[in-house]
């Protein structure tokens, strides 16, 4: 597989974030980006679906993500 590389910029806060996230995971801070890439994948995906996202224990959902991202009336997820 092809992998195109990029630079990016993040403040401090961000970059700290993901080194924790990295560290904790045992992967890089390009694996994280992955990741979250495919989460958010998942999450439009099943928003254009009427779906939504949320924490749950058991049968109860603890938290709902809301007003994280839209997509724009009339276009389609694509992700």
């Known amino acids: 597989m092809t992998m195109s590389r990029m630079n990016v910029e993040f403040t401090p806060a961000t ?3 993901l080194e924790r ?3 904790t995971l045992g992967t890089s801070k390009a694996g994280i980006l ?3 890439i495919a989460l958010m994948q998942i999450a439009v995906r099943e ?3 009427g779906n939504s996202i949320g924490v749950v224990n058991g049968q109860q959902v ?3 993500v809301v007003g ?3 997509i724009p009336a009339g276009q389609k997820e694509r992700a």
Do not use: K, N
């Open 15 to 17: 970059d700290a974030a």
């Open 21 to 23: 996230l990295a560290e």
């Open 34 to 36: 992955r990741f979250g």
């Open 47 to 49: 928003q254009a679906s």
């Open 62 to 64: 603890v938290r709902e």
């Open 68 to 70: 994280v991202w839209s």
